[in-house]
């Protein structure tokens, strides 16, 4: 059966129709549908401020504001679709303030036919990055940087094999896997650019980034801990426009190679340590990378390198950051005068000599950097006027010929200028008003004087200011009260006086107050914000209570109030709201009442507790938690009681333990000896009692560097096995550094010990000194010869004790001993001769034992005068006026009654008095002699000498007959 024309032509139609029908359908069921996907990805995020900070996003604008049901989602904000398909093929929500979890569930993985996807600068709460990313088959670009992903990069992310740009950097808690590094790289073929920046690639060889496409034109791999020799092949990425592989742990030489990188455009080593770069590798790269824009190879090694090559960089170059190179010699100047050039950073190469031009500057130049160089500023109207374009000036510690800084008011165009650590000085000058860009001013470490110029409260875009450590007096007010976006202000170590103005403290947006070591009085008044990060008051004389808004700063980090003894009152428990907590000192003041005993546990980010010197009683926090950050712990100089709880050796990180004269009854705490870096330990003055026993575990107090127990009633044998594990006080330590906070270097230890003989707050401890104080205790028994193992020792004190048999001569061992005291004890025999070989004995006190025999004679007992050997009667030698006879010692003389000792009467003596009796009496024959001796005695200085030790009342058995 056949088909007439007119059925056929119907049947056309009828399809023509249906076609028509479905293409007008379609569509809209198409959008329809990818619209309610938009809607719920919109719905499953909230909108913050916070989320999209301003300092990485220009403008950030919540995009997503503008989704309404209803419209056309193709003419959304930030989405992009195919204009033939109507399918959604971009989505742009950088800098869109969301914020929430992306859960693999989310409606984003239902618009497949993406090929551009960018969430960059959001907030997504610590989400892993889903597998199902992997089924965006289409995706050519995926930026998911800044925003807060977690967790391991998942494999199914090598799947996009149609990716030409990948970015998932400043994700600090996001790590890549070798396994996960290798497939992603073999299957990108056609990647162009990869920025994995700050994602921890620690387990990722270096070597595996040979396997990444040739065709690259960006690769960043800023902070990625990658560590391990830089690859040797790099000349493969011959297409390589900028090169990223700064912050990370790489070694070894900067290969030739580079030099066939001949597109780059920018190049960034910077902060590799170990890594070098030679001469004729040098001037090989700077020769054949013509086009290179911006170089930074800050920190790296290039020592060999002349100052003089650097004239061969591109004149096309526009930043060039070199500092801390180890770069020597004078700087070529001709190097400022690139024409391009906008920003120049040279700081901390301390042996860079020469001078900075004063005319012909590029005048496009935006960034100086000479911090910590000797090459010659002249501060002068001529350089200032040809640097009219700066933006950010760094002459910290610097060679600044010139000090008058008047002219710096012309450069209205900077925005950050540091002019700190130099000898500047005068009154700082009005003229810096006119810098109205400021967002930092930093002028501390100078030796400015007088007022804060009022001209500074013009500068009302400022953020940072720091004053400290000069000499600027008066009060704070008027001079700084129009300064309301200050964030960070820095008044320290200066002669500030008054009360701290209330308006500082109404600063909305104040994050950093130091003002202490000033002259600052009257009660600390109510915060008015809740912005706070660090707060210190110390070293005023300041009175009152803690205001309770400090307890209510929730971003609190450091509170430091030290050493303002009119602070009184209890320590509130409501300070262990303060979750981020860092350091805590309220030490050296008037608080009182019972310590707080969440701090224990309240806050796993501690790292410094000083509560030291203050009326505080009750007992030692109980409770410590796992896995803390306590560093230093000091109580010293209270009243607390109690035991030491076995829960401190939770403290696995801390240094510095300091429970010091207190009221604490308890045995020795040898639990402590299992804490891996205990290097202070101070237990002096307590109620401790019982026997020091050995060690029960392995490597025992090995870093102790002092330990005081003493001041207790500690008894039995000196404890000798300990003696044996102290292995850092075996060695010395030559990095003369200051103990400091590992968690918050800025924080110096301090600790009150006995140094010499003198009771002292040590406020700044340095790593090498090694001190051993076991005095003022009820140990019996010998001085184990093991104690000659502590090499490094400076201070040994172990008397007011019950200690017996010789001294012995392995302590002559100690070289580096600067103090001695073996006091007060039941020691027996002769002074051993080695003594004599410690050069650096300072104090020595042997009394009151039962010494014998001749004192040793040499450089160091030669200083000692006789106290140090009092109540040794059978001692003799020229420190007590007793001739020794060879080996032996001579009798004892008859003892001159003490009314004979009157200050500043000689004839008691000398005359008529039983003095000269004393050596006249019973020697016969020998009188003439000892008229004639003390004729001589007379007449030379000798008598002085002696005259001089007597009025000083020291102790002397004294046989005149012998004398001289």
């Given at each position: 059966m056949g088909f007439s024309p007119l059925c056929l032509s119907q049947s056309l139609s009828f399809i023509l129709f249906l076609f028509h029908f479905h293409s007008t359908i379609s569509a809209p069921l198409s959008s329809n549908y990818q619209s309610l996907s938009l809607l719920q990805f919109k719905q499953s995020f909230s909108i913050s401020r916070s989320a999209s900070s301003e300092y990485y996003c220009q403008y950030p604008f919540p995009k997503t504001e503008s989704w309404k049901e209803g419209t056309d989602c193709c003419l959304w904000d930030g989405v992009s679709c195919d204009l033939k398909t109507g399918h959604v093929t971009g989505l742009d929500l950088s800098c869109s303030m969301l914020y929430g979890t992306l859960l693999p569930n989310n409606s984003l993985f239902s618009l497949h036919h993406l090929q551009q996807l960018d969430l960059s600068f959001n907030d997504f709460n610590s989400s892993h990055i889903s597998s199902r990313f992997g089924q965006f088959s289409n995706l050519t670009h995926l930026n998911l940087s800044s925003s807060d992903l977690a967790g391991q990069v998942p494999l199914e992310v090598s799947h996009l094999s149609k990716l030409v740009s990948l970015d998932l950097s400043w994700n600090y808690d996001l790590s890549l896997e070798p396994i996960c590094f290798d497939k992603l790289v073999r299957n990108l073929t056609k990647l162009r650019e990869l920025d994995l920046s700050s994602v921890d690639m620690s387990l990722v060889v270096p070597s595996s980034l040979m396997n990444l496409s040739s065709s690259l034109s960006s690769l960043k791999l800023n902070d990625c801990r990658l560590q391990g020799k830089l690859p040797s092949s790099m000349g493969k990425f011959k297409h390589l426009q900028y090169l990223d592989l700064g912050e990370n742990n790489l070694t070894g030489p900067i290969p030739y190679d580079f030099e066939q990188l001949s597109e780059?455009?920018?190049?960034?080593?910077?902060?590799?340590?170990?890594?070098?770069?030679?001469?004729?590798?040098?001037?090989?790269?700077?020769?054949?990378?013509?086009?290179?824009?911006?170089?930074?190879?800050?920190?790296?090694?290039?020592?060999?390198?002349?100052?003089?090559?650097?004239?061969?960089?591109?004149?096309?170059?526009?930043?060039?950051?070199?500092?801390?190179?180890?770069?020597?010699?004078?700087?070529?100047?001709?190097?400022?005068?690139?024409?391009?050039?906008?920003?120049?950073?040279?700081?901390?190469?301390?042996?860079?000599?020469?001078?900075?031009?004063?005319?012909?500057?590029?005048?496009?130049?935006?960034?100086?950097?000479?911090?910590?160089?000797?090459?010659?500023?002249?501060?002068?109207?001529?350089?200032?006027?040809?640097?009219?374009?700066?933006?950010?000036?760094?002459?910290?510690?610097?060679?600044?010929?010139?000090?008058?800084?008047?002219?710096?008011?012309?450069?209205?165009?900077?925005?950050?200028?540091?002019?700190?650590?130099?000898?500047?000085?005068?009154?700082?000058?009005?003229?810096?008003?006119?810098?109205?860009?400021?967002?930092?001013?930093?002028?501390?470490?100078?030796?400015?004087?007088?007022?804060?110029?009022?001209?500074?409260?013009?500068?009302?875009?400022?953020?940072?200011?720091?004053?400290?450590?000069?000499?600027?007096?008066?009060?704070?007010?008027?001079?700084?009260?129009?300064?309301?976006?200050?964030?960070?202000?820095?008044?320290?170590?200066?002669l500030f006086n008054g009360t701290i103005p209330s308006f500082l403290l109404a600063l909305p947006s104040l994050q950093h107050l130091d003002l202490h070591n000033n002259n600052l009085i009257g009660n600390i008044s109510e915060l008015q914000h809740y912005s706070l990060v660090y707060l210190d008051l110390s070293n005023n004389h300041l009175h009152g209570t803690i205001p309770s808004s400090v307890f209510k700063q929730q971003n609190l980090e450091v509170l430091i109030l030290a050493s303002n003894s009119g602070l009184t009152g209890e320590i509130s428990s409501f300070i262990c709201k303060l979750r981020f907590l860092r350091v805590l000192d309220l030490s050296n003041s008037s608080f009182s009442g019972s310590m707080p005993l969440c701090l224990g546990n309240f806050s796993n980010m501690l790292s410094v507790l000083h509560l030291g010197m203050n009326n505080l009683q009750g007992t030692i926090p109980s409770t410590f938690s796992k896995d803390n950050s306590l560093e230093y712990l000091n109580l010293n100089g209270n009243e607390l009681e109690g035991k030491i709880s076995p829960s401190i050796i939770n403290c696995t990180m801390l240094e510095v333990l300091d429970l010091g004269n207190n009221k604490i009854e308890d045995t020795f705490p040898c639990f402590l000896e299992t804490l891996p870096r205990l290097q202070i330990l101070v237990l002096k003055s307590n109620k401790l009692q019982g026997f020091v026993k050995g060690p029960t575990a392995y490597n025992s107090f090995s870093k102790l560097r002092i330990l005081d127990i003493s001041d207790n009633n500690f008894s039995g044998p000196l404890p000798t096995e300990y003696f044996n594990s102290l292995e850092?006080?075996?060695?010395?330590?030559?990095?003369?550094?200051?103990?400091?906070?590992?968690?918050?270097?800025?924080?110096?230890?301090?600790?009150?010990?006995?140094?010499?003989?003198?009771?002292?707050?040590?406020?700044?401890?340095?790593?090498?000194?090694?001190?051993?104080?076991?005095?003022?205790?009820?140990?019996?028994?010998?001085?184990?010869?093991?104690?000659?193992?502590?090499?490094?020792l400076q201070q040994l004190n172990l008397s007011h004790n019950s200690l017996t048999g010789h001294i012995q001569s392995s302590l002559g061992i100690l070289a580096n001993l600067e103090s001695l005291d073996l006091s007060s004890n039941l020691l027996t025999g002769r002074i051993p001769m080695q003594l004599e070989g410690l050069t650096f004995l300072a104090i020595l006190n042997l009394s009151h034992n039962q010494l014998e025999g001749p004192i040793p004679s040499g450089e160091q007992f030669n200083t000692f005068n006789a106290s140090s050997f009092e109540g040794n009667l059978g001692l003799c030698g020229f420190q007590v006026l007793k001739e020794c006879y060879g080996d032996e010692a001579p009798s004892l003389p008859p003892s001159l009654p003490p009314s004979s000792f009157n200050e500043g009467d000689d004839s008691t003596l000398f005359g008529d008095g039983c003095g000269w009796k004393a050596v006249t009496m019973g020697y016969g024959c020998g009188f003439v002699f000892g008229v004639a001796t003390g004729y001589f005695v007379f007449r030379t200085k000798k008598y002085l000498w002696f005259l001089r030790m007597v009025e000083d009342k020291w102790n002397l058995e004294v046989n005149w007959a012998l004398l001289l």
């Open positions: 780059l455009v920018s190049l960034h080593l910077s902060s590799n340590n170990y890594l070098s770069l030679e001469p004729i590798s040098f001037d090989k790269i700077v020769q054949n990378l013509t086009k290179l824009r911006d170089l930074a190879l800050g920190s790296v090694n290039m020592s060999l390198v002349a100052p003089n090559s650097l004239t061969n960089l591109s004149s096309s170059l526009s930043s060039l950051s070199l500092w801390g190179c180890g770069l020597q010699g004078k700087f070529p100047g001709n190097i400022f005068l690139l024409p391009n050039l906008e920003s120049l950073d040279l700081s901390d190469n301390k042996g860079l000599t020469g001078s900075f031009p004063s005319s012909n500057l590029s005048n496009v130049l935006s960034r100086l950097g000479l911090s910590n160089t000797r090459i010659s500023v002249y501060l002068e109207n001529d350089l200032i006027s040809n640097l009219k374009s700066l933006e950010y000036m760094y002459l910290s510690n610097s060679n600044i010929i010139r000090s008058d800084l008047a002219p710096l008011g012309n450069l209205t165009h900077l925005i950050y200028l540091d002019l700190s650590v130099n000898n500047l000085s005068g009154e700082i000058p009005s003229s810096l008003g006119n810098l109205v860009h400021l967002h930092s001013l930093l002028l501390g470490s100078n030796n400015f004087m007088g007022q804060v110029p009022d001209s500074l409260n013009s500068l009302v875009n400022l953020l940072y200011l720091d004053l400290s450590n000069n000499q600027l007096i008066g009060s704070i007010h008027s001079q700084l009260n129009t300064l309301s976006n200050l964030q960070s202000l820095y008044l320290s170590n200066n850092a006080m075996m060695a010395s330590d030559q990095n003369m550094i200051y103990m400091r906070a590992r968690n918050y270097s800025s924080y110096v230890y301090s600790i009150e010990i006995t140094w010499k003989g003198v009771e002292i707050e040590l406020l700044k401890i340095q790593s090498t000194i090694r001190v051993l104080d076991l005095s003022n205790n009820n140990f019996t028994g010998e001085i184990p010869k093991v104690i000659g193992k502590l090499k490094a």
